[in-house]
């Protein structure tokens, strides 16, 4: 029913860890850092961010012993995301191709 990699996580005394039914939701922060923008990404559970975020499968994000699933449009942004460590650097002279490349497309998800 899981993904092998989601389902083979257990506890201290090997009882698989329980899934959360609350999701996460992602948030985008764009912070002005003189010569260059940075986009990060972290995730959010009842509007807290989660510290330590580890992207186990494609739909699932765990913090500590706690499983999420991540909604299907947002299982396609983090693989993307991971691969930059939730992190894009964008210098100020690209910056009007990379928001209308990529900016403009994430706000209309």
């Known amino acids: 029913m899981f993904p092998q990699a989601v389902t083979d ?3 201290e005394n090997g009882n698989p860890l329980p899934f959360q039914t609350e999701r996460p939701q ?3 922060e764009l912070k ?3 010569n260059y ?6 995730y959010l ?13 494609v739909f699932f ?5 706690q499983y999420y ?17 939730n992190q894009i650097i964008v210098l100020k002279q690209g910056f009007t191709d990379f928001e209308k490349e990529i900016l ?3 706000e209309m998800m």
């Open 69 to 85: 699933l991540l909604a299907l449009r947002d299982s396609v942004m983090v693989p993307w995301m991971s691969c930059f460590a």
């Open 9 to 11: 996580h257990k506890d």
């Open 26 to 28: 992602l948030q985008f």
């Open 61 to 65: 994000v765990s913090a500590g012993a």
């Open 32 to 34: 002005d850092k003189g």
């Open 104 to 106: 403009q497309e994430i």
């Open 37 to 42: 923008y940075q986009l990060s990404l972290q």
């Open 45 to 57: 559970v009842g509007g807290v961010p989660i510290k330590s975020p580890v992207e186990d499968a």
